[in-house]
């Protein structure tokens, strides 16, 4: 009578332990926590009735059962992944989750999806417009659009491109006010990001710093919780505001926003982030591919524009 086979899950766990000879870097390889991972592998070697592990106060060491069935599951493991990727990656077929921040998806990504849809009808995107950095373990995330690089070498990250900040407003209160300095602004409304210690909002205060600027008060005025909202507050002319080239770059193109100053700071990246072991999916890379190229002409057009 043939023995029942350990979950999947359960190897999974075994594995990374194994390779990392320790549980708390296999829980961040797995993107979950130390007693999650030493829990599962306590489970699992009760359901087999022998330790795989010898505990040290300095780490793991695999005990003789457990070095033969590392061998054992690290080829199963290889078998498996590469058999999964021939019958489901074969064709540029099938769906693709990206997890961008919310404000660069409607302003950046969305515009220019029906390029890539054109390229490639066969993939089907699904956008989450999530702030918060994805477990890829977990979520379902394929691929994740991200200002901040992460320390995960188990992650392939490419930059995108350094992101550049100035004060924009609309043309028509630009014509009612006269701003030649930053003091101006004084008369006006600045709209202000609800959130600014997140990582890809922008901040007045620190604007004005970097400009050695520290008599301008910034109190008062209007904030949004997201940028693409102070972006249309400035575009109806509620106000001045410190706006991304990144999100505003149609609206400055076509005039609906100006630039009262022709400073620019470069502040905040773009990242393009996902899992080592995807790198060559043909739906990963047709994704990499796609927007490496918008990125090229959105930063030909940026220089276009602003010189930078």
Known sequence: MSRALPSLEGLRYFDAAARHLSFTRASKDLFLTQSAVSQKIQALE????????????????????????????????????????????????????VRV?????SKWLLPRMPSFNQAY????????????????????????????????????????????????????????????????????????????HAAYSTNWDAFFSRHSRYDINTRGGCSFSRADLVLQAACDGQGVAL?????????????????????????????????????????????????KSEVEQHLSQRRLNLGS
């Open 101 to 105: 921040m919310p404000s660069f998806a």
């Open 121 to 196: 009808p066969g993939i089907q995107l699904e956008v989450e417009a999530d702030l918060s950095t994805p477990n890829f373990n977990s979520d379902g995330v394929d691929l994740a659009i991200s200002c901040a690089w992460t320390d995960n070498a188990k992650l392939s990250q490419l930059h995108l491109f350094d992101d550049l900040v100035y004060p924009v407003a609309s043309a028509d209160l630009l014509a009612r006010l006269e701003i030649k300095d930053y003091g101006d602004l004084c008369q006006t409304i600045l709209l202000h990001d609800s959130m600014p």
């Open 243 to 291: 706006m991304r080239h990144s999100l505003c770059a149609k609206e400055i193109a076509n005039g609906t926003l100006v630039r009262p100053f022709p400073e620019v700071m470069q502040d905040g990246q773009v990242w393009l982030v996902h899992p080592s072991i995807h790198e060559d999916r043909p739906r990963v890379q047709a994704l990499k591919k796609w927007i």
């Open 46 to 97: 009760q359901e087999l009735g022998y330790e795989l592990f010898y505990r040290l106060p300095r780490g793991l060491r695999l005990t003789h059962r457990g070095e033969r069935l590392h061998i054992g599951v690290d080829q199963a493991l290889r078998l498996l992944g590469t058999t999964l990727h021939q019958i489901g990656d074969e064709e540029l077929s099938g769906t693709l989750k």
